[in-house]
């Protein structure tokens, strides 16, 4: 069964920082491109980064550009999301996914609260 666990989300300020992980199991993770999604409440599924399988090639939202980072560690069978200068509107429920486009299935996500 395919599994993710996010964690690392939190409350911060603008201008803050945050590190997301994600633990993948029930798939050979190192052989997958993996992605982030976000939930905004009252505002559709967005798209953030995605990760080749072999960690050397990024995508980036617009909207994230220049301020997320996304990596992976394939022998951990993790995901990680380095978020700086963080703004209000990332404020989301951030969810890992396997392949590009981030679809279902999802774990239970971590919750990113951004305070201006």
């Known amino acids: 069964e395919v599994q993710f666990a996010e964690s690392g989300g939190g409350t911060v300020q603008t201008g803050g920082s945050l590190t997301l992980s994600c633990v993948a199991s029930g798939f050979s993770f190192e052989n997958h491109v993996m992605s982030w999604v976000r939930q905004a409440p009252g505002k559709e599924l967005e798209w953030v980064s995605a990760?080749?399988?072999?960690?050397?090639?990024?995508y980036y939202a617009d909207s994230v550009k220049g301020r997320f980072t996304i990596s992976r560690d394939n022998a951990k069978n993790t995901l990680y999301l380095l978020m700086t200068k963080l703004k209000p509107e990332d404020t989301a429920v951030y969810y890992c996914?396997?392949?590009?486009?981030?679809?279902?299935?999802w774990g239970p996500g971590t919750q990113v609260t951004v305070s201006s």
């Open positions: 990760m080749h399988r072999d960690g050397e090639i990024a």
């Open positions: 996914a396997r392949g590009y486009s981030g679809a279902p299935p």
